[in-house]
Nanobody
Framework: QVQLVESGGGLVQAGGSLRLSCAAS????????MGWFRQAPGKEREFVAA????????QYVDSVKGRFTISRDNAKNTVYLQMNSLTPEDTAVYYC??????????WGQGTQVTISS
């Protein structure tokens, strides 16, 4: 069992930046792919980014490429999402998750990100 706690969300103006953190406990996450997802009001949850176990490989949804950076610190059992050049379309609840096998099995409770225009 893995517990995930996201933090770092908030209200910022368009063009601003936020850094989200996802702290894991209960099990080391160094052996797992980690991902960030988001869900905007009235929309389905969507994949945002993922990082490999070592942190060397990353993947992003097209809409955030060049603006968001996912990273991890396995020594701290923590994953990060640096978000720059934010737009109102980035407003959503952001979740981190642990990939086990072919699916994301463990999820955090989410952190709200709101971007004002």
């Amino acid at each position: 069992q893995v517990q995930l706690v996201e933090s770092g969300g908030g209200l910022v103006q368009a063009g601003g930046s936020l850094r989200l953190s996802c702290a894991a406990s209960g099990r080391t996450i160094s052996s797992y792919v980690m991902g960030w997802f988001r869900q905007a009001p009235g929309k389905e949850r969507e994949f945002v980014a993922a990082v490999s176990e070592s942190g060397r490989s990353t993947q992003y949804v097209d809409s955030v490429k060049g603006r968001f950076t996912i990273s991890r610190d396995n020594a701290k059992n923590t994953v990060y999402l640096q978000m720059n050049s934010l737009t109102p379309e980035d407003t959503a609840v952001y979740y981190c998750a642990v990939s086990v096998g072919e699916s994301y099995k463990y999820w955090g409770q989410g952190t709200q990100v709101t971007i004002s225009s």
